[in-house]
């Protein structure tokens, strides 16, 4: 079974709606790099991976656009910074969009630019692809062999071009015959794991339970649990890891508990320019995401909100970063730099 988030077809990218997900599984199709910017914002498609090929594919669009431009290249570099801003946290934004200005840079013409910008985004979807299900062989090597795995958020197929980072390691375990039930958070405000990870496991027959993100720690204390796995949308060089709000309260937790605490991202999620988490940039979002749910009220009118879509969990309270490349242990920087290198 393949889900493909994100689809290239008749000179449009198509986005699987993730917002409308479970109830519909409608695609949208999208002409317009600033469509595709807004879309992002809007969490028709998240994940730091998926983000990092849809703006791939808006650089083409946004192409399409500095084409009828008298200087093309300064119309592209202006419409890259349109989409740059489009989500300040995930490090796969900024860099798929240098690398494809970076390619348009060298063609000499703008339809030759338009050409290698569109092979170079379908060759980033396919590369993800790859890169996650080794990503899984190696993450099947750390993890323990039966017992809980509990994830936060959605870092499966829907996240990435059609595998996953933390559920691809889950798929990969599923498919090697290892005894595991898996735990779902639910993952508020956005419900990430009610909607979409629990989706994904329900089509692919993995045995999983959801839990509200405040039975964590209930679980881990009863033994349910024996090990955590996590995305990232942004690692830092020293393995300082930004992911989706209250991933930081898990690794507190199984930090306590002694239970490992594993984070399954590729390699262009490190930021390596960024030497620890302090610097990272946590978009704070709309109030009304906390307010409401579902389209109901779940609050007072008005009443003050505090809504950072990520937090940061220390390198210290990580086990192991697992990528394309292998797994990266402590001490993290030199783990992650050996993979790099």
Same mark, same amino acid.
Request: net charge negative; aromatic share 6%; with cysteine.
């Given at each position: 079974?393949?889900?493909?988030?994100?689809?290239?077809?008749?000179?449009?990218?198509?986005?699987?709606?993730? $917002?409308?997900?479970?109830?519909?599984?409608? =695609?949208? !199709?999208?002409?317009? =790099?600033?469509?595709?910017?807004?879309?992002?914002?809007?969490?028709?498609? $998240?994940?730091?991976?998926?983000?990092?090929?849809?703006?791939?594919?808006?650089?083409?669009?946004?192409?399409?656009?500095? @084409?009828?431009?008298?200087?093309?290249?300064?119309?592209?570099?202006?419409?890259?910074?349109?989409?740059?801003?489009? $989500?300040?946290?995930?490090?796969?934004?900024?860099?798929?969009?240098?690398?494809?200005?970076?390619?348009? +840079?060298? %063609?000499? &013409?703008?339809? *030759?630019?338009?050409?290698?910008?569109?092979?170079?985004? +379908?060759?980033?979807?396919?590369?993800?692809?790859?890169?996650?299900?080794?990503?899984?062989?190696?993450?099947?090597?750390?993890?323990?062999?039966?017992?809980?795995?509990?994830?936060? %958020?959605?870092?499966?197929?829907?996240?990435?071009?059609? =595998? *996953?980072?933390?559920?691809?390691?889950? $798929?990969?375990? /599923?498919?090697? *015959?290892?005894?595991?039930?898996?735990?779902?958070?639910?993952?508020?405000?956005?419900?990430?794991? !009610?909607?979409?990870?629990?989706?994904?496991?329900?089509?692919?027959?993995?045995?999983?339970?959801?839990?509200?993100?405040?039975?964590?720690?209930?679980?881990?204390?009863? *033994?349910?649990?024996?090990?955590?796995?996590?995305?990232?949308?942004?690692?830092?060089?020293?393995?300082? @890891?930004?992911?989706?709000?209250?991933?930081?309260?898990?690794?507190?937790?199984?930090?306590?508990?002694?239970?490992?605490?594993?984070?399954?991202?590729?390699?262009?999620?490190?930021?390596?320019?960024?030497?620890?988490?302090?610097? /990272?940039?946590?978009? +704070?979002?709309?109030? &009304?995401?906390?307010?409401? %749910?579902?389209?109901?009220?779940?609050?007072?009118?008005?009443?003050?909100?505090?809504?950072?879509?990520?937090?940061?969990?220390?390198?210290?309270?990580?086990?192991?970063?697992?990528?394309?490349?292998?797994?990266?242990?402590?001490?993290?920087?030199?783990?992650?730099?050996?993979?790099?290198?």
């Amino acid at each position: 079974m393949q889900i493909r988030p994100i689809r290239w077809q008749d000179d449009a990218l198509e986005l699987l709606d993730q $917002r409308r997900l479970p109830q519909e599984e409608i =695609y949208l !199709a999208l002409r317009d =790099y600033r469509a595709v910017g807004q879309a992002i914002r809007d969490m028709v498609v $998240r994940g730091a991976p998926a983000i990092g090929i849809t703006a791939a594919f808006a650089m083409v669009l946004a192409m399409d656009h500095a @084409a009828a431009q008298s200087d093309w290249r300064h119309a592209l570099r202006s419409a890259a910074e349109e989409l740059r801003a489009a $989500r300040p946290t995930a490090v796969n934004l900024a860099w798929a969009i240098d690398r494809q200005l970076a390619l348009a +840079e060298h %063609c000499k &013409d703008a339809a *030759g630019a338009r050409a290698a910008l569109l092979a170079a985004a +379908e060759q980033l979807l396919i590369q993800d692809i790859a890169d996650n299900q080794r990503m899984g062989q190696f993450g099947v090597q750390v993890l323990p062999d039966r017992g809980g795995i509990l994830t936060h %958020c959605n870092t499966g197929s829907l996240a990435t071009g059609g =595998y *996953g980072t933390a559920l691809g390691v889950i $798929r990969a375990g /599923i498919a090697a *015959g290892r005894d595991w039930q898996i735990y779902a958070d639910e993952t508020r405000p956005w419900l990430q794991g !009610a909607r979409l990870t629990a989706w994904e496991l329900q089509k692919e027959g993995i045995p999983f339970s959801l839990n509200v993100d405040a039975a964590a720690g209930h679980l881990m204390a009863t *033994g349910c649990i024996q090990a955590v796995i996590v995305g990232a949308d942004r690692i830092a060089a020293n393995g300082d @890891a930004a992911n989706k709000i209250g991933t930081y309260s898990l690794a507190v937790l199984a930090h306590y508990h002694q239970i490992p605490f594993f984070v399954a991202a590729p390699l262009s999620t490190v930021d390596f320019a960024m030497s620890d988490g302090s610097q /990272i940039v946590i978009e +704070e979002r709309a109030a &009304d995401e906390v307010r409401n %749910c579902g389209g109901q009220a779940m609050a007072p009118a008005g009443v003050a909100v505090r809504n950072p879509a990520f937090d940061v969990t220390p390198a210290k309270l990580i086990a192991g970063i697992i990528t394309e490349r292998g797994v990266a242990q402590a001490p993290l920087r030199e783990g992650l730099a050996a993979l790099r290198g």
